[in-house]
């Protein structure tokens, strides 16, 4: 069972969050200002945090980067909670060694696809069995998918390229980032290449297909309907 801390000030909010983790079958801690979630991340070690941006006494970055900084603690992944929407809070967050954000007001849904995607990642390969969504689900270490129980056959590139949304459910991936991390560093290529691309993983997932958002001018998300 998977330990959460969650370091937030607003008592209503965390015990909401801590609610929906423990029905989600997650073992919860509760901190509400940073130097009593630093203490607690050092004794209890958990095998993630939810930190909010703005706390009494210890800004929620302090925290992070001291965690981050630290041997004990820096191998934690850390999702970053603000009310600030604004670019420049989620670059300082990264920096600091945030794994991912979630921009308040948030869906504790939204938040439970992010909880589940970081600490997914968080595991060795041979430990992430499948990923399901729906009626998709990914055999990882065979590269095999399935909707509705039918397996999809996919080229590699269409795996790579499902894998990037999956690992990273509700969360967005701009084109040039899929670029990266699918064809490389040195492709050369335009963005189309991902729009061509994600048409046909699209057309060969069928109904699945409709669990990949198009976001408008900027890129693709992976989420349930």
């Known amino acids: 069972m998977p330990t959460v801390l969650v ?5 209503d909010l965390a015990d909401l969050v801590a609610f929906h983790l423990e029905q989600e079958g997650y073992c ?3 901190a509400h200002d940073g130097a009593t979630g630093l203490a607690e991340a050092r004794r209890s070690k958990p095998d993630l945090i939810l930190l909010d941006l703005m706390l009494p006494g210890m800004m ?8 981050k900084g630290a041997e ?6 850390v999702i970053m909670l603000t009310a600030r929407g604004e670019e420049i809070d989620r670059v300082v967050g990264f920096e600091m060694g945030a794994d991912d954000y979630v921009v308040k007001p948030f869906s504790t849904r939204e938040l439970m696809l992010r909880v589940r995607a970081v600490l997914r990642r968080k595991l060795p390969a041979s430990e992430v069995a499948t990923i399901s969504l729906g009626t998709l689900l990914i055999d990882v270490e065979r590269h095999l998918v399935r909707v509705a129980g039918e397996e999809v056959q996919l080229t590699s590139t269409e795996f790579k390229l499902l894998m990037n949304l ?5 969360r967005v991936q701009s084109r040039e980032l899929l670029l990266q991390n699918v064809w490389g560093y040195s492709y050369l290529g335009d ?3 991902v729009d061509t691309h994600m048409t046909r ?3 060969k997932l069928g109904a699945a297909g409709e669990l990949i958002k198009t976001v408008r001018g900027f890129g693709y998300k992976l989420e349930e309907s």
């Open 191 to 193: 963005t189309r290449t």
């Open 201 to 203: 993983l699209r057309t």
């Open 60 to 67: 929620g970055t302090e925290v992070c980067r001291t965690l």
């Open 7 to 11: 370091i937030e000030d607003e008592k």
């Open 28 to 30: 919860c801690l509760v």
């Open 72 to 77: 004990l603690t820096a191998g934690i992944p």
């Open 166 to 170: 999956a690992e990273r459910i509700g």
